[in-house]
Nanobody, 120 residues
């Protein structure tokens, strides 16, 4: 069983910064994609930022230039640095990963979610 554990959410004022982190564990052979999604009240879950094993990244238009995703493949971790936060960034943020687990099965997994609230 692959588990993702997130940390780093909280309350921040508009214009502030937060850093989310996620660690994957559990019989992992390799991870292809790691990423962050978010879901605001009454809205569908949306992709925020993803990074694949080659290091290529993709960002939602709404966060380009403000958020930066990074990963440490040796530690199976992914982070999201969020700057210039706006009230519309308020949501539950979920970590995501997919890849191969022992003995040789594909997996995809989600974290439990961490609340980010941007408010004055």
């Amino acid at each position: 069983q692959v588990q993702l554990v997130e940390s780093g959410g909280g309350l921040v004022q508009p214009g502030g910064s937060l850093r989310l982190s996620c660690a994957a564990s559990g019989n992992i052979l390799s991870i292809n994609t790691m990423g962050w999604y978010r879901q605001a009240p009454g809205k569908q879950r949306e992709s925020v930022a993803v990074i694949i094993s080659s290091g290529s990244t993709n960002y939602a238009d709404s966060v380009k230039g403000r958020f930066t995703i990074s990963r440490d493949s040796a530690k199976n971790t992914v982070s999201l640095q969020m700057n210039s936060l706006k009230p519309e960034d308020t949501a539950v943020y979920y970590c995501y990963a997919d890849g191969i687990k022992r003995p040789w099965y594909r997996f995809d997994a989600w974290g439990q979610g961490t609340q980010v609230t941007v408010s004055s």
